[in-house]
């Protein structure tokens, strides 16, 4: 691992609890909305799988260390044991999946394929960890689990298109990253 490698992990680790600074938003059904998880779409997009993957789990170690690095300044070991400590566990996973699937496409992928590898590592990879994990913490079923966690669909896929235009318009200004 080159000193490249180490500032790009810190950077994106930084990035992702940035985004946690930035207020949620509230759909009309009550739903919150936090920038977060978009941290993770862009590690992996950036970074590819193994770098990605530890940028993630750099900010994870950070935030079970006790920084308040989530949205709201939560922080600490009590997060992975609450209702959205499998969603935290899916991330690093989610981040090395998106990488994998950009290091992977020969050359830089059009926007649509972009879309679909944010959402395939960065929503469907991560609630496969989260939904369980909200099943046994929530005591519901898994269906249960996985109706609730839908209502934040619409805010995830709108951070994965967000996420796919970053990453045209970084790589369009700097060719090279």
Do not use: C, H
């Given at each position: 691992?080159?000193?490249?490698?180490?500032?790009?992990?810190?950077?994106?680790?930084?990035?992702?609890?940035?985004?946690?600074?930035?207020?949620?938003?509230?759909?009309?059904?009550?739903?919150?909305?936090?920038?977060?998880?978009?941290?993770?779409?862009?590690?992996?997009?950036?970074?590819?799988?193994?770098?990605?993957?530890?940028a993630i789990i750099l900010f994870l170690a950070l935030l079970a260390v006790g920084l308040p690095l989530l949205a709201g300044g939560r922080g600490g070991l009590g997060?992975?044991?609450?209702?959205?400590?499998?969603?935290?566990?899916?991330f690093p996973v989610g981040a090395f999946v998106i990488g994998y699937l950009f290091d992977k496409y020969a050359g830089r992928p059009p926007l649509?394929?972009?879309?679909?590898?944010?959402?395939?590592?960065?929503?469907?990879?991560?609630?496969?960890?989260?939904?369980?994990?909200?099943?046994?913490?929530?005591e519901l079923s898994i269906w249960q689990a996985l109706a609730a966690s839908a209502a934040f669909l619409p805010g995830d896929v709108t951070k994965a298109v967000l996420a796919s235009l970053i990453l045209r318009e970084v790589r369009k200004a700097i060719p090279n990253l």
């Amino acid at each position: 691992m080159t000193t490249k490698d180490i500032v790009l992990i810190a950077l994106f680790a930084a990035l992702t609890a940035a985004l946690g600074v930035i207020p949620q938003i509230t759909l009309p059904m009550g739903v919150p909305i936090t920038a977060q998880s978009m941290g993770v779409m862009l590690a992996g997009a950036f970074l590819g799988a193994k770098r990605g993957g530890l940028a993630i789990i750099l900010f994870l170690a950070l935030l079970a260390v006790g920084l308040p690095l989530l949205a709201g300044g939560r922080g600490g070991l009590g997060v992975f044991f609450g209702a959205s400590g499998g969603f935290l566990i899916g991330f690093p996973v989610g981040a090395f999946v998106i990488g994998y699937l950009f290091d992977k496409y020969a050359g830089r992928p059009p926007l649509f394929p972009s879309i679909v590898f944010m959402l395939l590592g960065g929503v469907g990879v991560v609630y496969l960890f989260g939904v369980p994990w909200l099943a046994v913490i929530a005591e519901l079923s898994i269906w249960q689990a996985l109706a609730a966690s839908a209502a934040f669909l619409p805010g995830d896929v709108t951070k994965a298109v967000l996420a796919s235009l970053i990453l045209r318009e970084v790589r369009k200004a700097i060719p090279n990253l």
